[in-house]
């Protein structure tokens, strides 16, 4: 009797939001709003919609079998700080921005484990990157999978915050205040740390050229 | 150093590439029920700190801001004071002879004395007579209240002594109390006298 009473009057002071679906699909902000009224279903039509932007990012920034568990930890801590959200700049930018942070979270978590520390540099990569400068075409070498393993293998020699920033501007092609937008960082520590791991990449990758070369 | 810069610039650009063609992700089936699954063991009237904690942080920080405001304006005004500091000087004479002697009398009643000065001026040349500092230990923050509120003292001026010469200077007594005005500096009151020395002739 009493959580039905505590229910109606809830509903009677927060009423949930009609969503007029025969119009066409409901804004981000009502759905936001139905939620933190309590329709936690109405958070499966932010899934929905932001599923694959969400997998687009986590798939750029974390080892393919770990993105489904950090998508996961985007959406709870997307619903965890929905009360937060303002509403003064679009869901979608909101949500790549937890998207990112737990990505960098996952690569903290990642290095702190000493298990995980990069180990030698497998022999199939060493034989791509001869393969590669003999006259081989790029094109046909970066569809390797050893072109994959040699760039995680040098990314794992930076640190949780060189490799998030190396990812985003160098390889994604962020903009610095992108980037620094999406960190809450400022643009000169993105900058800073951008040009200072890019620069120890490089280095990573000159100590394994042939011995000719190098 | 050329060439291997070459063929870095090669690997990298293999790499980028690389990295851009990358296919999509396929979720399991079972993973958008498992995040609607820990989204409904999290759902309850505490699920949204953020939104509460919005409401309690305004009265908070007007709180803040607001007894901030009362500490800084009750500092300043106790210690801006409303009177200037005051100075009385006999006997009051027109001439002096090449030994004179002063009395001196100095007073602030709000926040107390903080320095005198005292110069003689001739032909654009100043001489210090004296300087006293009078501030409390902890200068103009050591507390309201705690300052020398009057000083008398004789004055005594030697013109020889001072490289002083016959003919017209003037005596300028300067004081300044502990209060906050003017930049910090306190309240500045100035006397000026002008007078004319002169030698006592042999009879």
């Not at chain 1, 002071?13 to 109405?42: H, K, Q, Y």
């Not at chain 2, 699920?47 to 509460?52: G, I, L, T, V």
């Not at chain 2, 705690?146 to 003919?167: H, I, M, S, Y």
Request: with cysteine; aromatic share 8%.
């Amino acid at each position: 009797m009493w959580p039905v009473f505590f229910k109606w009057g809830h509903n009677l002071i927060f009423p949930p939001v009609e969503m007029n679906f025969t119009d066409n699909i409901p804004d981000d902000a009502l759905v936001i709003r139905n939620i933190l009224r309590g329709n936690i279903n109405s958070f499966e039509i932010l899934m929905d919609r932001y599923q694959d932007h969400v997998s687009r990012i986590v798939r750029n920034h974390v080892p393919r079998g770990e993105a489904p568990e950090v998508a996961h930890d985007t959406f709870v801590r997307a619903y965890q700080s929905l009360g937060g959200f303002k509403g003064t700049g679009p869901f979608k930018h909101w949500l790549a921005k937890i998207a990112i942070r737990c990505c960098h979270d996952f690569w903290r978590g990642y290095y702190q484990n000493q298990e995980n520390l990069a180990g030698p540099l497998p022999d199939d990569c060493r034989d791509w990157v001869d393969h590669l400068l003999s006259d081989q075409s790029p094109e046909q070498d970066a569809q390797r999978v050893e072109a994959r393993d040699l760039l995680q293998w040098a990314l794992g020699q930076l640190s949780a915050a060189e490799r998030t920033v190396l990812t985003l501007t160098h390889l994604n092609e962020y903009s610095a205040a992108e980037a620094a937008a999406l960190l809450d960082w400022s643009v000169i520590r993105i900058k800073v740390q951008s040009h200072r791991a890019r620069k120890k990449l490089r280095k990573i990758l000159a100590e394994i050229l042939p011995q000719g070369i190098a | 150093m050329k060439s291997s810069k070459k063929h870095l610039d090669k690997i990298e650009e293999a790499l980028i590439a690389a990295y851009r063609k990358q296919e999509d992700i396929q979720f399991p089936p079972e993973w958008r029920e498992q995040v609607m699954q820990d989204i409904s063991s999290m759902a309850g009237p505490t699920a949204f700190p953020q939104e509460k904690k919005m409401w309690t942080m305004i009265p908070r920080r007007i709180g803040a801001l607001a007894a901030v405001a009362v500490v800084v304006g009750w500092l300043i005004l106790a210690n801006l004071d409303w009177y200037d500091p005051w100075i009385t000087l006999k006997p009051d004479l027109a001439n002096l002879e090449s030994h004179a002697a002063f009395w001196l009398e100095a007073g602030d009643q709000d926040s107390g004395l903080r320095h005198v000065k005292v110069t003689v001026i001739q032909k654009e040349v100043e001489i210090e007579v004296l300087s006293k500092n009078l501030e409390p230990p902890g200068g103009i923050w050591g507390g309201t209240g705690d300052g020398t509120k009057k000083v008398d003292f004789p004055l005594a001026l030697d013109a020889q002594a001072l490289g002083l010469q016959e003919g017209q200077a003037t005596l300028v007594i300067t004081v300044r109390d502990l209060s906050w005005r003017n930049g910090f500096k306190g309240r500045i009151t100035t006397l000026k006298k002008e007078m004319v020395i002169y030698s006592k002739k042999s009879p």
